[in-house]
């Protein structure tokens, strides 16, 4: 039996995919993209610099991480702020220690209740990322388009205004977005987003706004709070990426990208703290790796281009 010819007049049934966000690249086939120094691996650090609100909205979603147990949740509220008070300065004093910069993907309500951590970020001259409102402000499809509008635009305005720059990042709570949020960044002027996890390399959305890809399986949360795996072997994951992607470089050509994702209340822990800054100080002694920040990075995509 012949298939009916009016099965392929569906617009999305078609070669690649069934949305024009961005074409179907494989990374082989695209201009090789070069780092600063003529690096192989470029690492990324970016924190999830986080305020969890002690009550859950759960509209449209309740937001990775959040309170479980019924409210006040005190157990799962102060286990969060550990991170702002402690774990966080660990991290910073981490990164001084290696002598590399990071992005930290901030809330804004960190900015509003904590101007002194903002500051302090600024001073040790890091990339601030905009990380939506709170924890309760997550997007999806059935957020509308007015009210997601406005909480991109007042997490970059508040942002703005503490820290003296307007972020040029944007990372969605639980990498969620909607149909319109690639759209809704591109008109708030966000240069590049780093929810999409499908690459290892940046890639452009057909709109302009750059996507780099913060990959979920190398982060901090999944392979040391979901998988209960020990830090030992988180840093010795993190080093075999590395050395698989600098040996990959070497022999196909162009650069390549490790993004490092931390949560300070997970890896600022005293019992893990030491062996992450082993972990930095073993990424900086290879002569194949760059640290750059989110800007950098589209700095250097951009050059290649």
Sequence with gaps: ??????????????????HDLYPWSPLKDRKPIGW??????????????EWFPITPSDTPFRAP??????????RHY???????????YRLLDAFAKARVKASIATNSAIAERYPQIIADIVAAGHE????STDMNGTIASTLPEADERALIRQ????????????????????????????????EAGVRYGCDW??????????????????????????ILTVQQQSVDSYARQMLDAHDWLAAESMREGGGRMLPLHLTPYIMGLPYRIDAFEQLL???????????????????SFEESE
């Design 78 to 88: 102060t286990a969060r702020e550990y991170g702002t008070r402690v774990g966080f």
């Design 1 to 18: 039996m012949s298939l009916d010819p009016a099965y392929l007049e569906y617009p999305r049934r078609r070669h690649g995919y069934d």
């Design 281 to 299: 100080a073993d990424l900086t002694a290879r002569p194949s790796t760059v640290f750059l920040s989110g800007g950098a990075i589209c700095d």
């Design 128 to 131: 601030i990322i905009a990380h």
């Design 197 to 222: 996890v499908n690459d290892e390399l940046p890639y452009r959305f057909t709109n302009g706004v750059l996507n780099i890809p913060l990959n979920h399986e190398l982060s901090d949360r999944q």
């Design 65 to 74: 991480g959040h309170m479980q147990t019924a409210y006040p949740d005190y």
């Design 36 to 49: 600063p120094g003529e690096a192989k691996v470029a690492v990324w650090l970016v924190v999830s610099l």
């Design 155 to 186: 997490s970059l305005d508040t942002l703005e205004a503490v820290s003296g720059t307007r972020p040029q990042g944007w990372h969605s709570i639980a990498r969620s977005q909607s149909w319109n949020t690639p759209n809704l960044l591109r």
